[in-house]
């Protein structure tokens, strides 16, 4: 049985993955997989750390992370949705006339 | 056995999600993911967490992940644009976000491999882990509150996203 | 029965909320139906079950804790609902915005930050921020015909998800350093063995305060500040600005002066540096900006550093102080953006510094109150904002952090300069001859006059709602 | 309730001014006269006030005072009262406030309700400064009173009115914001100590603030009230605002808002922390007389009147800051005397230069010269007031800088010979400028059609005048209710500081005390 | 009563300046001297009464003034005999001036001349409080308010900038010697408690005389600064000259008669101060001698009527202060007494003069005037050989009596000094009644037109208001000196025995009395011989300038033109007045001047004060600009910053 630890560290690196994605990607549709790619490395500290505490609440937390995900996933992929309207394009570049 | 079971879940969840993040075409990079979520969800068992496991085969990966597919296929930018030309400053924003996410790495992993593990207790046997009927009676009983709270969260992103991906005409109306 | 006691006003505005997309719903096309009376109604009602309940301390579901502290926020936040809604109606049949939509929306969220000010289990907070986050993105971009909007939406939502993916960590690492979610338990568990915090105790503290200071925009999770005040509609701006940092702060204040208070030693030095930081960026950023939206925004940024010194400095003053410092801010916030919602027309915004050249002839009214909440912003007596800073200070002083406050007096002394450009405009300078006086309506004078009447109120005879201030944080911690 | 009325009867005119006008300007007449009435009646007031105040000895300090509850928990309450210091300032700012109000009807034709509105919240403003006997209601005041007067000069003023407005506000907040920080840490070093919070003066006066706090904090007033004073080097916001004020503004602030400063170094940073003020008062004073010579020398080569009557003020206030430092009997009694005669003198100054800049749309001295042969009563009034200024005996000024000087020599004779060189540069720079403005010929043909004083400027300059005269010839009754409230800061200050002021070296001849009743021949 | 005597001049002063200029002149002008005849009229009785007290003093405390503590200012004044001799002075002399004024203002307009006499006024009343005045602070209020009143008068045609710019400068020199005035009284207050002059005095007298440097010699070093001032000694001698843009009648009273002897006045008053302190005695000495060389040499070369008059005025001035450095207080007080009559009757005698001849002034463009101006001619040379000190004449007693007592000091340089200055004296004077009155009428200058009209057939002498003065004051320049015939030529000396009471409770003290006063018959009768002889010297130096002059300036003129051309370097000196105000402007105002704006104004003030206040604020600013370029509008750098938040927050943790 692998220790707790090499649990958290493969959410921790699934985690940076997930963060890294927010920056390497210039297409808004992959930032929002990234942002995905975060929960899921959590929602694994959550069940590795329930195992081990031996308790169901880290289960039932994910369960609602899920939702919250799928929650966000709808809205934020109306508002990209409703941003391709505008400009015809997913790049996050050419969304910067807010600034400064 | 569960190491090497820990290990290939891993590595594909780790290789997926990489791969998810290096693609440019946003439509591998979903079917990227879900590959990762499967592999996620193998994890999963490999935990005594087989009702997550399946949760997230089916909702995440078959319900949200179809939401963004059906988006991806909607807005038909199958990929993604080429970097503009002289845009130095983005440039350097990935080198720096780069950096700062193997940083950030370095730090959670460091932390993260100095856990011990009796700094936890275990409360309960490891086979009512399995058990959804726990599973469900905890989430009727001590999370029922947050669970009626989920229904408002889904309400909220539901008319949220009618109100913004909704065509214009719709304001017709009024 | 004895649980639901805790929810009723969160439970009254959430069914406001469903009342008016009901509403919508059945609503004929073309016909007028008043929603937004509905959602005052249901807010009206809200205050008073929470009057009803004060001193009660009633609690529910493990989760959630109507006590006094819950309850002044619950007063504060259907206030700031009450006021923005009075100000919405010009701007929604203005701007042709989806009315049962918006205002369904609004409720949610004030029923979200209700809870998130009540919650008292980790889970819960994350959902109630969920909320009232994702009603609030939606509002930023509820504006279709707006690429501002759209764009001010986007950046909001996509910061404010990959926050909440750090909060979420937190709350992870929180849940496996004490195995639960709930605060009190946590509080507990921290007290037992408070002397080795743990490796993965501090990552919590620190991945937890991310989360709440993205929320309050603190410096350096303030970025989408600025974008997000600027594109989203003006009546939405004030509404976020007050409501959502109002509720941030009360989880923020539960989590870290309750829950984690037995870290302190631990997210003190990072909370003050971020208070120095936001204070100081803040105002020295909002010097130069000609947009008074955004000019407002980085004030916003910089009032979030006060009301963490506040939260540095916790004595029972402290937590009261920040509690006054939030209604007072709200009141002013709301007004002064109430008058830039006030106005804007059908094709532009009006929040150009320049907008308001010569203000002073076309409407003086508006401008003598927004010379009101601009200095009671700036924190001049006698009016609320001098109040409220003068309490923070204390707190601050109290507990002997003279430099937070030294450099709290100072910018507040820089960021009159901004206020006063828009003074400058609207007194000194001559508007062009064809702007237009803005057309009032009636709900948006009376939100004003509600504003400014709150704002002196405040300022002058304060000893009232800083005792109840005073009297709602005693009863928790 | 007197003083309570007082406060507030300004605000009610004010409001009243706002509502009796309409935005076309078409009842501006009614408008001038309900404000002028209001400020009558304060002046009123005050004088009542001053004519029930008890000098005497066994009287007690404070009089007139009203002490309601205000914000419990912190102790801070609405206290109000006079000693013969604050009464002093406080028919000053009244007599002060009509003659700026009667003055501006010739010079501000624009939005004359807001400007009625704004003098009367200033008066207001600055009227509760010097009542309040609570610190925070104090500083309330203090900086409640920077924003009627940020829109006096920014709206109402000249061409750089906004650069000057901002630059007023800014400056002078920047100081006062640390003194609130250490009105704060005082009250709760109060708390420390004595487990009660009280922002109550007299409370506080009887409280020893440790050492190390007592130093900063007396720093932290210190500045503020430097600022405001304007003691050098923290001085160079008054040109500007001066020169920009329209003249009403000129004049209350001159006249007025610069004795705030000196008056919150006597009521204060002196008494409340005078370990630390003892130690500082000779580094204060040099900065004073550095002030009295510097202003003189800089007022001596301006080319604008307005701004040479401004650095004559840092260079008079000086004096001012000098005679507190001196903390004795003549040199604190002068100081407060000095306060009035230059709001009354340097007031005069502005009403001058501002008729004059009302007449010909300059304030440049070399636009003008030979006055005198057209404008005879204008110069004869100018006249009397620049000698006022100048500290000629026999009017206003002598008796304030004599007392100053007296004081300030039994305490360091140095400081006193310094700052008597400012008698030579102060009859310099104002002589030199009458005499360019008013005699010689006739040298630019604009002038020669220039009108002498109308009815109601003679109205507005006559009490100037009067009180010049007035206060030169007969102090005594402006001195005598100072006396008793004088000697007892100065007996707070110097009990609790280590040196004995040293007295005259030969026994003072019984003669000295009791002159009162000397039979006349 | 005391109180009357400056008030009824400050009566006619508030009369004239409230109703004066809407009534006649007549009306002005009466008023105005009525009221100063009237005042002397007061005079002579409260000096009356005075004599009949038996401490020689009233004494009148009119009102509290300025009490603050220990410090107790009651307006008192006092008439003791120094003041009454001065209050007969100014009362008597002002009233004939007045008089005299009615005519010579006279072209003046109905406003001007009201406004003239309100400011003769003025000063007759500050004079009075100066001289009556009981305290320093009060003396002090006569003592600027004479200033003030000089500064108008002299400025009285402001139209024209020298005008203008000699009464600022009178006032601002002035102001110059009352620093010390200033400094002198507060040491004084810290020393003694009190500024009552009789107070002062008494505690004084207790006091040892100090030989070197202390705290009386200090005190009566700064009274003497403000002496020097006001009395036109060096160095602040320079605005006298100036000061004779006034008009003529002014001239006479205030810079001659009256308020430039407010200094030996003062020392007067306070002599008990000063005979405590010998080396400020030498020191007054030193300076009166010194000053009465310097304006004699630079009157002997002037050609301006009234500068020469001016020069002669510093001159005494120095001979009075001189009489005071050596302790013998009566006798300045003496020549002060005489130089008054024969010096206002020099300025009405050249008044008259520049009347008739329309404002001429310039002494080479007259001559002759003896056979137009008989009156004034006579009267002129009356004043003239008394202040050349020729014997039986008032001026003759009080400066030989200076003389013989700096003599007797054993001041024996400072006399022959003083000796050489007598000479100069009567050259000068007499060199401007021969160019004046004497030898051949000057033409007129060309293209000096407006003189014409008085250098026409027919010159008027003086009308009568003018005229009376003249006379009187001659009268008095002849007899007034024989209130104090000295004792060697059997007189009594009365001045003398009559103003000591107001020197000090001792007699006054000549600081070596032992060397200079031997006591005994045979000592008085040495003296005696003594004081004869040197009478024999001083009259035959007077002649003997008087007789240069003639050759000079009534034979011989052109031999003085060739001896001016010979000097020349001396002669420009001269009559540049040694370059003094040029030196003043070059070595303190200018650089003052360039002072103040370039280094405080413009260095100081705007730049480095205000340089530091909007360069803290253009920093603000620029951080303002810089700082919000990183809010790029980047979603990514947003997301950046919110990143480095975490990582920075982490790596505080982890690292600590």
Partial sequence: MPSLNHFLVLSAVLFTIGTAGVFLRRNLITILLSVEIMLNAVNLTFIAVGRFLGTVDGQIIVFFVITVAAAEAAVGLAIVIALFRHRDTLSPDAFMSLKW | ?174 | MADFAAVIPMVIVTLAGIAALLAEAFRQPGERMPIGGLGLIGLIGAVVASVLLWNRDASGFGAVRADNFALFLNIVLCGVGILTILLSGQAVDRDGLPRGEYYSLMLFSIAGMMLMGSATDLLVVFLALEVLSLGVYVLTGIKRTSAAGAEAAFKYFLLGAFSSAFFLYGIAFTFAVTGTTSLEQIGTALAARSMNPGILMVLAVGLLLVGFAFKVSAVPFHMWTPDAYEGAPTVVTGFMSTGVKAAAFAAFVRVFLWALEPMREQWVPIVSTVAALTMIFGTVVGVTQSNVKRMLAYSSIAHAGYLLVGVVAATAAGKAAILFYLVAYAVTNLGAFGVIALMGTSDRPHDYLSDFAGLWNRRPALAAMMTVFLLSLGGLPPTAGFIAKWYIFTAAIEEGYYWLAIIGVLTSVVSVFFYLRIVVMMYMTEGAPEAPAPRLSLAGVAALVIAVAGVLYLGVLPARVLAIALDSVRTIF | MLLTLIVFLPLVGAIAALLAGDRSGRRDGLVRIVALAASLVVFALSLIVWARFDPSDKASEFQFVEHYQWIPSFGISYFVGVDGISLSLIVLTAFLTPIALLSSWGSVKQKVREFSFFVLALEAGMLGVFVSLDLFLFYLFWDAMLVPMYFLIGVWGYERRIYAAIKFILYTMAGSVLMLIAIIGLAYAHYAATDSYTFNLIELYKFEVPAHLAFWFFLAFTLAFAIKVPLFPFHTWLPDAHVEAPTAGSVILAGVLLKMGTYGLVRFAFPLFPETAHAFAPYLAVLAVVGIVYGALVAMVQPDMKKLVAYSSVSHLGFVVLGICAMNMQGVQGAVYQMLNHGVSTGGLFLIVGMLSDRRHTRLIEEFGGLKAVTPRLVAAFLIITLSSIALPGLNGFVGEFLILIGAFRWDWRFAAVAATGVVLSAVYMLWMFQRVNYGPMTNRKNTELKDLSTRERWVIAPIVAAAILMGVLPAPFLRPTEVSVQRVVQRVTSRQPAVVRGPRTEAPAEARTPRTEARR | MLALIPLLPLIGFLFNTTLGPRTSKRVSGGVATGLMFAAFGVSVSVVGRMLGTADHALEQTIYEWIPSGDLNIPFTLRVDPLSALMILIVTGIGALIHLYSTSYMHEETDSEYARYFSYLNLFAAFMLVLVLGASFPVMFVGWEGVGLCSYLLIGFWFQKPSAADAGKKAFIVNRIGDVGFILGMLLTFDTFGTLDFQKVSAVAASMPVEMTMGTLTIITLLLFVGATGKSAQIPLYVWLPDAMEGPTPVSALIHAATMVTAGVYMIGRTAVLFSHAPITLDVVAVIGVATALMAGTIGLVQTDIKRVLAYSTVSQLGYMFLAMGVGSYAAGIFHLYTHAFFKALLFLGSGAVIHALAGEQDLRRMGGLKRDLPITYWTFLIGALAIAGVPLLSGFFSKDEILFRTFVSGHRVLWLVAVVTSFLTAVYMFRLVFLAFHGPRALPAAGHGEPARGHGAHLHDAPASMAIPLIVLAIGSIFAGYVGVPHALGGANRIESFLEPSFGVHAPASHEPAEAVPEGASAAHDETSLELTLMGVSTVVALTGIGVAAFFFLRRRDRAAALAQRLSGIYRLLLNKYYIDELYDAVIVKPIKRLSTGLLWRGVDAGLIDGTVNGVGGFVRGASSVMRRLQTGSVRAYAASLFFGVVMILGYYLWR
């Fill in chain 2, 1 to 174: 056995m569960d190491g090497i079971l820990f290990y290939t879940f891993g590595a594909i969840a780790v290789l997926a999600s990489l791969l998810v993040v290096g693609q440019r075409n946003p439509m591998y990079s979903v079917l990227l993911l879900i590959v990762s979520f499967g592999a996620l969800a193998g994890l999963y068992v490999l935990l005594d967490a087989p009702f997550a496991a399946v949760t997230q085969i089916i909702i995440y990966a078959g319900a949200i992940m179809v939401v963004f597919l059906f988006v991806v296929m909607l807005l038909n930018v199958p990929r993604e644009e080429p970097a503009p030309p002289g845009l130095l400053a983005a440039a350097r924003g990935r080198t720096i976000g780069t950096i700062l996410a193997i940083v950030l790495a370095v730090e959670l992993v460091w932390a993260l491999s100095r856990v011990r593990e009796e700094w936890f207790r275990p409360g309960e046997a490891a086979e009512r882990l399995t058990s959804v009927r726990e599973i469900g009676v905890a989430l009727f009983t001590k999370y029922a509150f947050a669970f009626e709270v989920t229904s408002i969260l889904i309400l909220v992103a539901m008319v949220g996203a009618v109100v913004l991906a909704r065509k214009e005409a719709a304001d017709e109306r009024r």
